[in-house]
Nanobody, 114 residues
Framework: QVQLAESGGGLVQPGGSLRLSCASS???????MAWYRQAPGNERELVAL???????NYADSVKGRFTISRDNAKNTVYLQMNSLKPEDTAVYYC?????????WGQGTQVTVSS
């Protein structure tokens, strides 16, 4: 069984920073790991993705502000979020692609408000 657990969410003021972590259980190598987010009334959207070779992709809305990184030895992915805006408020989900498909975490709430 594979489980992903997000942590690091919370309430921050506009312009602040948060660092999200996603730790995986089990002994599975993930080819890609990514962060998604979903705000109330919106569809889930891809925020950032990283592949095994370190290539990354970002949503236009977060480029220059967010950084995704990966610790392959720990099967852990991080999302450093800087210069946060109210529109970044959402539930952030970790995902990972492994040998048996795509897995999802339960999500962590990020709220950006003054």
């Amino acid at each position: 069984q594979v489980q992903l657990a997000e942590s690091g969410g919370g309430l921050v003021q506009p312009g602040g920073s948060l660092r999200l972590s996603c730790a995986s259980s089990g002994s599975i190598f993930f080819t890609t790991m990514a962060w998604y987010r979903q705000a109330p009334g919106n569809e889930r959207e891809l925020v950032a993705l990283t592949s095994t070779n370190g290539n990354t992709n970002y949503a236009d809305s977060v480029k220059g502000r967010f950084t995704i990184s990966r610790d392959n030895a720990k099967n852990t992915v991080y999302l450093q979020m800087n210069s946060l805006k109210p529109e970044d408020t959402a539930v952030y989900y970790c995902s990972a692609v492994g040998p048996w498909g795509k897995y999802w975490g339960q999500g962590t709430q990020v709220t950006v408000s003054s």
